[in-house]
Nanobody, 129 residues
Framework: QVQPVESGGGSVQTGGSLRLSCTAS????????VGWFRQAPGKKREEVAS????????YYADSVKGRFTISQDNANGTVYLQMDSLKPEDTGMYYCAAGYFDIWVRCVRPTSPSDFGYWGRGTQVTVSS
């Protein structure tokens, strides 16, 4: 079993930056894809970005493309989400999720929360105008 743990959330003004971290413990070999999702109050959980951890291929939602960067440090088992040029609509709880995809390319296409089996508890990001 894999247990992701998020950190790095906080409050920033419009145009600011934050870097989220996701560290996974447990049987990390049982997952090959890590995704970042976010959920604003009253809205559905949506995918922000994902990375295929065995090769480094990435996916970004259109709403964050060019502003967010997902990356990994294999040495310490951490996946990062660098968020720049933040906007108020980026506000929400950000979750890290890990999963195993038999067909790896599915990891770097739009996915849904049900595609991931392991979830962190989330970290809050608040962007004020």
């Amino acid at each position: 079993q894999v247990q992701p743990v998020e950190s790095g959330g906080g409050s920033v003004q419009t145009g600011g930056s934050l870097r989220l971290s996701c560290t996974a413990s447990g049987h990390t070999y049982s997952s090959n894809c890590v995704g970042w999702f976010r959920q604003a109050p009253g809205k559905k959980r949506e995918e922000v970005a994902s990375i295929y951890t065995n090769g480094g291929a990435t996916y970004y939602a259109d709403s964050v493309k060019g502003r967010f960067t997902i990356s990994q440090d294999n040495a310490n088992g951490t996946v990062y989400l660098q968020m720049d040029s933040l906007k108020p609509e980026d506000t929400g709880m950000y979750y890290c999720a890990a999963g195993y995809f038999d067909i790896w390319v599915r990891c770097v296409r739009p996915t849904s929360p049900s595609d991931f089996g392991y979830w962190g508890r989330g970290t809050q990001v608040t962007v004020s105008s």
